[in-house]
């Protein structure tokens, strides 16, 4: 066997080998599955070919086996649900990321690899306090989006009185139910009784704000000395429900109640729940549950969404119980304080008096939401911290790692921490060479244009400044930049940026112009210069609008009161300089009607001339004489203008005397020549040409010739005139004809 062949087949054989060994943990991992009646959290755990996993929130489990075929990755075997049992299958896709099956060859089942596995709550039963503490923090957990947790809270059920409920999914529902319950009441965790040593038995009292009603429930101890919920039968669960609902008029609340803020507790659930969906629609709602009126409006989303990040973290430090410790009436407009330290207090309040105004974290709570965090970071893991995910953020993993590796560099001068002031002069300087290279770029490639010339070096420097604010920009999220270091820096920059991009903007419109005049001479179809003028005069106005807008937008000045001091002071302008704007709308008149382009020929009033520049106010032309006229775009608009160079054929029409030898023989002779002297000539248009005998006069005979020349330029009309008249002399002396003084001129 060839030695290239033998190492071909060993290369394949290696790359199979190993794609096996990649498949072997293929299905290894937490999966989001769901069927027809229901779904939950499956863990799987693949050795070799064989699979195991497990339902927490079912007590199931499965088992099966891999196999590999044209499909791909295939797993068979078998799940287990109590006494139940059955068959399934199910397909790996290509990405590893999902899989598609049936159970028991009838209904479907699917699944997608969870990347962040929300493993459900330690359930604690070694006490009544315990006990429902565990329920209450697993039924918020599962209301949040982790079902499995529903599965931890039943552990911390007892169905004795209620001895039907054998099968899970009745089970589960019996839970679900009692949490619901739960959920309209208040309580606080403190005023949990615990039961005397020995007892087996404890009673819970949970009232309604606002209604007084009270929920009880009865809890016991078995026989391995853990405490459990008696569940309540369902009459008792129907008749305390209709108690607890009379207040909502009977009616359970929506779902989505909650994101009215019309509590503490809805502001407390809707900024936990938005900030768990952080990267998706969630943000809006968090950001919905702060008071941010304390900042700047231009500041306040970027401060808005580092606050809400730092909020989230101290919530986590401090702990929570239970949404349900929080108030949930919204009747009552009295602030809930919620966390008080010397470095502030986390408070939530009615934004406004109104009976509707949600409730808000307030807006001291934000500014001093820094300080909370630095006073709660130390803290041990709490005995339960808030349902829903802590969304990731680049400024806190940078803090960690320096945390981890340089904790020095932790101390604070004025509003930065030490790494925070070092990172963001580095970036600086690296920003500044990056944009250094990029500002040089361009300006060469500026430069090699058609008709462009070098830039010049205020230009340079305005794109350097603003590439380098460019780069710059995502530094005070990455870092974290405090509030108080934003509210002067941001506008100051910003503004810096807008004069920046208004200058840089004005050379790149003028190198525009001079590249779209420099490809015109190239081509030889006509341009509309009028257009083009006019296109690149509003341009270059609207980047000084546009410069004034994004300085008054950096420098929190509302666009209200803009738009009404422009709108005042455009009434005084307008009746001040109504002239100009005349000359403006008359170019734009120019514009649509066409009546001329660049180069043509002109005649109005008393102006003759070519037309040289149509600008904004008025149009140049430079006349007969050399000089150049400034026509108003509005006074032109309003006069006649006769366009001669559009003019498809040039009149020329002679009067030529002839003052001797005119007989009628040699006159007849000279009007045929000069017909076939036209005839013969392209310049002329000999259909449209007249000659004869005009006048009889003392001094003469006079004959008229009328034609038409059929050129488009004044310097080839004046070259056929000129060949024509020297051809009229000769044929009138060869026909013996003296033409007397004025011999050809033109007709009046």
């Given at each position: 066997?060839?030695?290239?062949?033998?190492?071909?087949?060993?290369?394949?054989?290696?790359?199979?080998?190993?794609?096996?060994?990649?498949?072997?943990?293929?299905?290894?991992?937490?999966?989001?599955?769901?069927?027809?009646?229901?779904?939950?959290?499956?863990?799987?755990?693949?050795?070799?070919?064989?699979?195991?996993?497990?339902?927490?929130?079912?007590?199931?489990?499965?088992?099966?086996?891999?196999?590999?075929?044209?499909?791909?990755?295939?797993?068979?075997?078998?799940?287990?649900?109590?006494?139940?049992?059955?068959?399934?299958?199910?397909?790996?896709?290509?990405?590893?990321?999902?899989?598609?099956?049936?159970?028991?060859?009838?209904?479907?089942?699917?699944?997608?690899?969870?990347?962040?596995?929300?493993?459900?709550?330690?359930?604690?039963?070694?006490?009544?306090?315990?006990?429902?503490?565990?329920?209450?923090?697993?039924?918020?957990?599962?209301?949040?989006?982790?079902?499995?947790?529903?599965?931890?809270?039943?552990?911390?059920?007892?169905?004795?009185?209620?001895?039907?409920?054998?099968?899970?999914?009745?089970?589960?529902?019996?839970?679900?139910?009692?949490?619901?319950?739960?959920?309209?009441?208040?309580?606080?965790?403190?005023?949990?009784?615990?039961?005397?040593?020995?007892?087996?038995?404890?009673?819970?009292?949970?009232?309604?704000?606002?209604?007084?009603?009270?929920?009880?429930?009865?809890?016991?101890?078995?026989?391995?000395?853990?405490?459990?919920?008696?569940?309540?039968?369902?009459?008792?669960?129907?008749?305390?429900?209709?108690?607890?609902?009379?207040?909502?008029?009977?009616?359970?609340?929506?779902?989505?109640?909650?994101?009215?803020?019309?509590?503490?507790?809805?502001?407390?659930?809707?900024?936990?729940?938005?900030?768990?969906?952080?990267?998706?629609?969630?943000?809006?709602?968090?950001?919905?549950?702060?008071?941010?009126?304390?900042?700047?409006?231009?500041?306040?989303?970027?401060?808005?969404?580092?606050?809400?990040?730092?909020?989230?973290?101290?919530?986590?430090?401090?702990?929570?119980?239970?949404?349900?410790?929080?108030?949930?009436?919204?009747?009552?407009?009295?602030?809930?304080?919620?966390?008080?330290?010397?470095?502030?207090?986390?408070?939530?309040?009615?934004?406004?008096?109104?009976?509707?105004?949600?409730?808000?974290?307030?807006?001291?709570?934000?500014?001093?939401?820094?300080?909370?965090?630095?006073?709660?970071?130390?803290?041990?893991?709490?005995?339960?911290?808030?349902?829903?995910?802590?969304?990731?953020?680049?400024?806190?993993?940078?803090r960690g790692h320096v945390a981890a590796s340089a904790p020095i560099l932790l101390g604070r001068l004025r509003h930065l921490e030490y790494w925070q002031l070092l990172g963001a002069l580095t970036v600086f300087a690296a920003a500044l060479g990056v944009a250094w290279v990029g500002a040089t770029l361009v300006c060469s490639g500026l430069r090699r244009l058609p008709g462009a010339t070098a830039a010049p070096r205020w230009f340079f420097w305005a794109l350097h400044l603003l590439m380098t604010l460019a780069l710059m920009s995502p530094v005070p999220g990455?870092?974290?930049?405090?509030?108080?270091?934003?509210?002067?820096?941001?506008?100051?920059?910003?503004?810096?940026?807008?004069?920046?991009?208004?200058?840089?903007?004005?050379?790149?419109?003028?190198?525009?112009?001079?590249?779209?005049?420099?490809?015109?001479?190239?081509?030889?179809?006509?341009?509309?210069?009028?257009?083009?003028?006019?296109?690149?005069?509003?341009?270059?106005?609207?980047?000084?609008?546009?410069?004034?807008?994004?300085?008054?937008?950096?420098?929190?000045?509302?666009?209200?009161?803009?738009?009404?001091?422009?709108?005042?002071?455009?009434?005084?302008?307008?009746?001040?300089?109504?002239?100009?704007?005349?000359?403006?709308?008359?170019?734009?008149?120019?514009?649509?009607?066409?009546?001329?382009?660049?180069?043509?020929?002109?005649?109005?009033?008393?102006?003759?001339?070519?037309?040289?520049?149509?600008?904004?106010?008025?149009?140049?032309?430079?006349?007969?004489?050399?000089?150049?006229?400034?026509?108003?775009?509005?006074?032109?608009?309003?006069?006649?203008?006769?366009?001669?160079?559009?003019?498809?054929?040039?009149?020329?029409?002679?009067?030529?005397?002839?003052?001797?030898?005119?007989?009628?023989?040699?006159?007849?002779?000279?009007?045929?020549?000069?017909?076939?002297?036209?005839?013969?000539?392209?310049?002329?248009?000999?259909?449209?040409?007249?000659?004869?005998?005009?006048?009889?006069?003392?001094?003469?005979?006079?004959?008229?010739?009328?034609?038409?020349?059929?050129?488009?330029?004044?310097?080839?009309?004046?070259?056929?005139?000129?060949?024509?008249?020297?051809?009229?002399?000769?044929?009138?002396?060869?026909?013996?004809?003296?033409?007397?003084?004025?011999?050809?001129?033109?007709?009046?």
């Amino acid at each position: 066997m060839p030695m290239r062949r033998l190492l071909l087949l060993l290369s394949m054989w290696l790359l199979s080998a190993a794609g096996v060994a990649r498949a072997e943990g293929d299905w290894t991992g937490t999966w989001e599955t769901h069927w027809r009646d229901s779904g939950g959290q499956m863990i799987l755990e693949q050795e070799g070919d064989t699979v195991i996993g497990r339902y927490p929130l079912q007590h199931g489990r499965i088992e099966g086996k891999t196999r590999v075929d044209v499909r791909g990755s295939l797993l068979e075997g078998r799940w287990f649900v109590g006494t139940q049992s059955g068959k399934f299958i199910a397909v790996l896709s290509r990405d590893k990321r999902t899989f598609t099956g049936r159970l028991d060859d009838s209904d479907w089942w699917t699944g997608v690899r969870t990347l962040r596995p929300d493993p459900p709550p330690r359930i604690d039963l070694t006490s009544p306090r315990e006990a429902f503490t565990s329920f209450v923090i697993a039924g918020n957990r599962a209301r949040s989006g982790n079902d499995d947790s529903w599965g931890a809270a039943a552990e911390a059920i007892d169905f004795g009185k209620a001895p039907g409920l054998t099968s899970r999914s009745e089970q589960l529902r019996h839970v679900h139910s009692l949490f619901t319950l739960i959920d309209l009441t208040t309580f606080r965790y403190g005023s949990i009784p615990d039961p005397p040593p020995g007892a087996d038995s404890a009673t819970l009292r949970l009232e309604q704000l606002r209604s007084n009603v009270v929920l009880t429930l009865a809890m016991r101890r078995d026989g391995e000395g853990k405490w459990r919920i008696l569940v309540p039968s369902d009459d008792e669960m129907r008749a305390t429900r209709t108690a607890l609902l009379a207040v909502h008029g009977g009616k359970p609340p929506a779902a989505d109640a909650f994101r009215r803020l019309q509590n503490p507790r809805d502001a407390m659930r809707a900024f936990l729940e938005g900030m768990a969906d952080w990267d998706g629609n969630g943000r809006a709602l968090a950001l919905a549950t702060l008071d941010l009126s304390g900042f700047p409006e231009l500041l306040r989303r970027t401060n808005g969404e580092v606050s809400a990040h730092f909020l989230r973290r101290v919530l986590d430090h401090i702990g929570l119980v239970g949404l349900q410790s929080i108030p949930n009436d919204g009747a009552s407009r009295d602030s809930y304080v919620h966390f008080v330290h010397d470095a502030g207090s986390i408070v939530i309040a009615p934004a406004g008096a109104a009976a509707d105004a949600p409730w808000q974290f307030t807006a001291e709570t934000i500014a001093h939401i820094r300080d909370l965090y630095l006073v709660t970071e130390r803290l041990p893991p709490p005995r339960a911290t808030p349902p829903g995910f802590i969304p990731e953020s680049a400024f806190f993993t940078l803090r960690g790692h320096v945390a981890a590796s340089a904790p020095i560099l932790l101390g604070r001068l004025r509003h930065l921490e030490y790494w925070q002031l070092l990172g963001a002069l580095t970036v600086f300087a690296a920003a500044l060479g990056v944009a250094w290279v990029g500002a040089t770029l361009v300006c060469s490639g500026l430069r090699r244009l058609p008709g462009a010339t070098a830039a010049p070096r205020w230009f340079f420097w305005a794109l350097h400044l603003l590439m380098t604010l460019a780069l710059m920009s995502p530094v005070p999220g990455i870092f974290g930049m405090a509030e108080g270091f934003r509210e002067y820096s941001i506008p100051f920059w910003g503004v810096v940026a807008c004069i920046a991009a208004g200058v840089v903007a004005w050379h790149l419109l003028y190198t525009a112009g001079r590249v779209l005049a420099a490809l015109a001479k190239r081509t030889t179809t006509p341009t509309d210069d009028i257009v083009v003028t006019l296109l690149l005069a509003s341009a270059r106005l609207g980047i000084v609008v546009a410069s004034a807008l994004g300085a008054a937008f950096f420098l929190s000045i509302p666009a209200t009161n803009l738009l009404a001091g422009l709108g005042i002071g455009g009434l005084a302008l307008a009746f001040a300089s109504r002239e100009t704007l005349a000359n403006f709308f008359g170019a734009g008149i120019l514009v649509s009607d066409r009546p001329f382009r660049r180069g043509d020929w002109i005649r109005t009033g008393d102006i003759e001339g070519s037309v040289e520049l149509v600008g904004i106010r008025s149009t140049r032309v430079r006349t007969a004489q050399d000089s150049v006229v400034f026509v108003p775009n509005g006074k032109l608009v309003d006069s006649t203008i006769n366009n001669l160079g559009t003019r498809r054929h040039r009149l020329v029409k002679l009067q030529l005397l002839v003052t001797a030898g005119g007989t009628p023989e040699k006159l007849e002779a000279f009007t045929a020549a000069l017909r076939q002297r036209i005839a013969d000539d392209q310049a002329f248009v000999a259909s449209r040409t007249d000659v004869g005998v005009a006048a009889i006069g003392q001094t003469g005979i006079t004959v008229d010739l009328t034609t038409y020349a059929g050129v488009s330029t004044d310097s080839a009309e004046t070259a056929a005139r000129h060949a024509l008249l020297l051809d009229v002399v000769r044929l009138a002396e060869t026909s013996g004809l003296t033409l007397g003084n004025g011999m050809a001129r033109p007709a009046t």
